[in-house]
């Protein structure tokens, strides 16, 4: 190699270390001026999936590959939580979700969902979700303690995509698990299968007797919403009503009102079309026994998270639902207006794909980018623009 092209590529290395260090401002005027707020870039991660505020402020991220973080927002120092299993890491999969106990001051129970291996059949995996105490008290050294498996899809099967395992805290108190299809379809309509259901359960993972299929086994029992393809963001609305979006095949991403007992049709019924082009049996208006989405995207916007904006930093805003998107690259904005209607009010281009959305209790909103072949994903924060002198 010659010394001149050595020097080019070390000088590009250098240049590209800085970029990386100096966050927001090597990505400075990357975004329209057209946007309604600010961004800031804060950090990276590796692939993250999801992330979640602890009372104190500092942020927990999950990053695939089986990582678990802890960072502190306003210095920018992190740190690995000890603790977290093996996780089959690939495709879709890999460490997922991340979910604070309600009563989490008092138990530091935290809630993570993952893709696990089976123990009986080589090469099928499903997602897990495991609860532990988070251990801060001593700098350096955060850790999960007392781990215990609460939950599993059934069953286990080959391929890693569509694994769900979104995990919420509702008002009631009880953990809501999205488990979706697995890419295998028929499972989503099978009640001997948890697999393309939305999930109501008790904090220790086992079913609240008011479930809807509670007296026709275990497994049922776990079961509040069947007929799901892959549901990735729930969220619930100041009334304490549950809204979830799922990407659709090709075409047809929905979002859905969800009601106790519905069947939302899948893959009976979608507003979709099947990869290779052939159309399912059906849209949901010719099948009006299942519930049909509120809202539907065609072509996507591989919605990949959701909340309900209730802050005050964007008071316009409150009451409606922010969905981050994958293919769209975007902030998608949806004003809810009944159990039946919705519609889409605005579409924030972020320029790459966006995994996560998150609100802190000042109501500033933090997305997550995907990452992964693109490098690096952003953590992002976005703040309302300063009031002109002239407004």
């Known amino acids: 190699m010659s010394s001149r092209i050595f020097l080019k590529r070390a000088l590009s290395f250098v240049v590209l270390a800085a970029a990386l260090a100096s966050g927001a401002a090597a990505d400075e005027g990357e975004w329209s001026e057209e946007l309604p707020f600010q961004v800031e870039v804060v950090t990276r991660f590796e692939e993250p999936w999801a992330l979640a505020f602890l009372p ?3 942020l927990l991220v999950t990053e695939k590959q089986g990582k678990l973080l802890l960072m502190d927002v306003d210095s920018g120092r992190r740190e690995e939580i000890s603790g977290i299993p093996e996780v089959v890491h690939g495709g879709q999969g890999g460490l997922g ?11 530091g129970l935290v809630y993570f969902s993952y893709a696990e291996a089976s123990d009986e059949h080589r090469g099928r995996q499903g997602a897990a979700v495991a609860r532990a105490r988070l251990n801060l008290e001593s700098s350096g050294s955060a850790r999960l303690e007392q781990r215990e498996v609460i939950w599993r899809q059934y069953p286990k099967v080959s391929g890693k995509g569509h694994y769900g395992h979104r995990l919420l805290f509702g008002p009631d108190g009880m953990l809501w698990v999205s488990s979706s299809e697995r890419q295998k379809f028929d499972p989503a309509q099978d009640l001997a299968s948890n697999l393309g259901k939305i999930l109501r359960l008790k904090d220790d993972g086992s079913a609240p007797e008011d479930n809807p299929f509670a007296d026709q086994g ?4 776990q079961i509040w919403t069947l007929g799901h393809r892959n549901v990735l963001g729930m969220a619930f609305d100041a009334e304490g009503r549950l809204w979830a979006h799922e990407m659709g095949p090709r075409g047809g991403d929905e979002l859905n009102f969800i009601q106790r007992g519905e069947n939302y049709g899948y893959p009976i019924a979608s507003e979709g079309r099947h990869y290779s082009g052939k159309p399912f049996p059906a849209t949901h ?4 026994e299942f519930a049909a989405p509120v ?3 065609t072509p996507v916007i591989s919605p990949s998270d959701l909340i309900i904006y209730h802050g005050e930093a964007f008071p316009d805003w409150q009451g409606q639902a922010l969905i981050s998107g994958l293919s769209s690259k975007s902030l998608v904005q949806v004003e809810l207006q009944s159990e039946r209607s919705a519609r889409e009010v605005a579409r924030h281009d972020m320029g790459q794909r966006i995994r996560a959305v998150a609100e802190d209790e000042r109501g500033q909103l933090w997305l997550l980018e995907d990452g992964g072949d693109q490098g690096p994903g952003r953590l992002l924060r976005l703040t309302p623009k300063p009031q002109r002198a002239n407004d």
Do not use: M
């Open 295 to 297: 809202l539907v995207w």
């Open 56 to 58: 104190d402020g500092r």
């Open 285 to 288: 208006a010719e099948h009006p």
């Open 97 to 107: 979700d991340i979910a604070l106990h309600p009563s989490f001051e008092d138990n």
């Open 218 to 221: 275990p497994l049922p029992a």
